[in-house]
T-cell receptor, first 112, second 114 residues
Framework: AQKVTQAQTEISVVEKEDVTLDCVYE???????LFWYKQPPSGELVFLIR??????QNEISGRYSWNFQKSTSSFNFTITASQVVDSAVYFC?????????FGAGTILRVKS | ETGVTQTPRHLVMGMTNKKSLKCEQH?????MYWYKQSAKKPLELMFV???????ENNSVPSRFSPECPNSSHLFLHLHTLQPEDSALYLC?????????????FGSGTRLTVV
């Protein structure tokens, strides 16, 4: 069975701090895909990134970076120099067997 | 119009009312989903439609009735709801029903049952 665990229910930081959101997954598939989504207060889940299981290169996109480590089954997400607009719920998700499985989400609050 | 569009954005209904939520996608996707998101709870997958056939129904009460007339439209018909059904209802679509390319979500309908 596939499972995604986001152990951090809620994180609060002050603007300009760096913050890392943890994601640990379980799957028996050898080919799978990992995702991060952002859900701002408006409600829509916004796609941030998709990685396949064969590509362990870390990725950086502006202030966002992702660290994929198969050895620890983790796909962590770091926001550098956080801003108030980063405040949202962030979901990690896994696709492999037959559907996309979401973690419970991490609420990020960035205070000015 | 691109993406996934949900209407209405907000809905307040009484327990005896009948209403419908609408979802429309113009992405050429062939799978569509309804999710329920309650306060402080994980996303709950309710229904999955693939090529207009319902392929998954996660023990959802019969007061929720989905309809997928074509690959671009998905409805959720509501009747005799309970206050605990108040939640954000999210529609999503994807290329294929395995989620390998991720889902595209709508903005959701925030439902309040009074």
């Amino acid at each position: 069975a596939q499972k995604v665990t986001q152990a951090q229910t809620e994180i609060s930081v002050v603007e300009k701090e760096d913050v890392t959101l943890d994601c640990v997954y379980e799957t028996r598939d050898t080919t799978y895909y990992l995702f991060w989504y952002k859900q701002p207060p408006s409600g829509e889940l916004v796609f941030l990134i998709r990685r396949n299981s064969f590509d362990e290169q870390n990725e950086i996109s502006g202030r966002y970076s992702w660290n994929f480590q198969k050895s620890t089954s983790s796909f962590n997400f770091t926001i550098t120099a956080s801003q108030v607009v980063d405040s949202a719920v962030y979901f990690c998700a896994l696709a492999g067997g037959n559907k996309l499985v979401f973690g419970a989400g991490t609420i990020l609050r960035v205070k000015s | 119009e691109t993406g996934v569009t949900q209407t209405p954005r907000h809905l307040v209904m009484g327990m005896t009312n009948k209403k419908s939520l609408k979802c429309e996608q113009h992405l050429g996707h062939n799978a569509m989903y309804w999710y329920k998101q309650s306060a402080k709870k994980p996303l709950e997958l309710m229904f999955v439609y693939s090529l207009e056939e319902r392929v998954e129904n996660n023990s959802v009460p019969s007061r929720f009735s989905p309809e997928c007339p074509n690959s671009s439209h998905l409805f959720l018909h509501l009747h005799t709801l309970q206050p605990e059904d108040s939640a954000l209802y999210l529609c999503a679509s994807s290329e294929g029903d395995r989620g390998l390319y991720g889902y595209t979500f709508g903005s959701g309908t925030r439902l309040t049952v009074v």
